[in-house]
């Protein structure tokens, strides 16, 4: 089976930077978009930042300039590295990727197990 596997989380203050990573734990044909979403306490999920196969970056307005997504496919990683962390930054982080499992396969959307960022002084 596919599995995302994140690492990365912890507890920070504010104006701390983290570096979260998000890797396909087996091999597949393709992997095509990915991406981070995060989900706080009686809140929706929300997206974060996308990333497509060529390298084309979409961020969330809350994060843009603080956060950067990038992906390594040849170690089939994607990291999101956030800077400048705020109060309203803490939440359960899920990184997400559209992967064809094999070549007789339809691509499908896969969900890493989640990560928490705490944000205190």
């Known amino acids: 089976q596919v599995q995302l596997v994140e690492s990365g989380g912890g507890l920070v203050q504010p104006g701390g930077s983290l570096r979260l990573s998000c890797t396909v734990s087996?091999?597949?044909?393709?992997?095509?978009?990915m991406g981070w979403y995060r989900q706080a306490p009686g809140k929706q999920r929300e997206l974060v930042a996308t990333?497509?196969?060529?390298?084309?970056?979409n961020y969330a307005d809350s994060v843009k300039g603080r956060f950067t997504i990038f992906r390594d496919n040849a170690k089939k990683t994607v990291y999101l590295q956030m800077d400048s962390l705020k109060l309203e930054d803490p939440a359960v982080y899920y990184c997400?990727?559209?992967?064809?499992?094999?070549?007789?396969?339809?691509?499908?959307?896969?969900w890493g197990q989640g990560t928490q960022v705490t944000v205190s002084s």
């Open positions: 990333i497509t196969q060529g390298g084309n970056t």
């Open positions: 997400n990727a559209n992967i064809r499992q094999h070549w007789w396969s339809t691509p499908h959307d896969y």
């Open positions: 087996r091999s597949i044909e393709s992997i095509n978009a």
